[in-house]
């Protein structure tokens, strides 16, 4: 078993959440595009996040996700790890079932292989979409995390494979982890639906 993680997480949080955060520009992205349906532990609905995939600076990533996605494997995954002034992850498809034990969270993927990293160009600021990985860089699968604020720590070391186009609010308004046991949630909220427009 490995922790998915991300650099430096608490040390780097306390930093991002001085920073100013505008929310993302809400544009008509080329797509894929994911659409999220987001609902409370309850299963009460929170409303919807869309990402714009990039599949121009990751695609590999992106047709893992648009995969995942497509065949049902992210409906029911929880928001595992949410650090407020940082970042939003989910995507633990073996570990993260909405109902189920998650206190195994953020420690599995997908049954597919791990993935090359696709570093590129794109720097992460709010609303960036980037892929969980253990320290191997080659090491993402199926576990990925939406920034809630400038994370340029993270520029070069994590692939970027999307932004939030729509549903900045509802993103804010998922449930925030404990800081002190590094953002993990109790009762988290999670992925009711995800599916993929073009």
């Known amino acids: 078993m490995r922790k998915l993680v991300i650099l430096s997480a608490l040390a780097l949080a306390a930093t991002a959440a001085q920073a100013q955060v505008a929310a993302p520009k809400a544009t008509d992205g080329p797509g894929p595009n994911m659409v999220i349906e987001v609902a409370d532990a309850a299963g009460q609905p929170k409303g919807k996040i869309v990402l714009d995939l990039l599949a121009d600076k990751a695609p590999a990533h992106v047709e893992r996700l648009t995969q995942l996605a497509k065949s049902g494997a992210y409906d029911g995954v929880v928001f595992h790890r949410v650090i407020d002034g ?113």
């Open 86 to 198: 940082f970042m939003a992850q989910t995507g633990d498809v073996r570990n993260g079932k909405h109902g189920g034990d998650t206190s195994q969270a953020g420690m599995g993927g997908s049954d597919l292989p791990d993935l090359k990293a696709e570093f590129s160009d794109v720097t992460f600021g709010p609303g960036t979409v980037g892929m969980a990985r253990s320290q191997n860089p080659d090491s993402a699968n199926s576990q990925f995390f939406i920034d809630l604020a400038p994370a340029t720590f993270l520029d070069g070391q994590y692939t970027v494979v999307g932004q939030l186009i729509e549903g900045w609010d509802v993103l804010n308004a998922i449930k925030k982890g404990d800081q002190a046991a590094n953002g993990a949630v109790d009762k988290p909220d999670y992925m009711a639906k995800v599916t993929i427009t073009q």
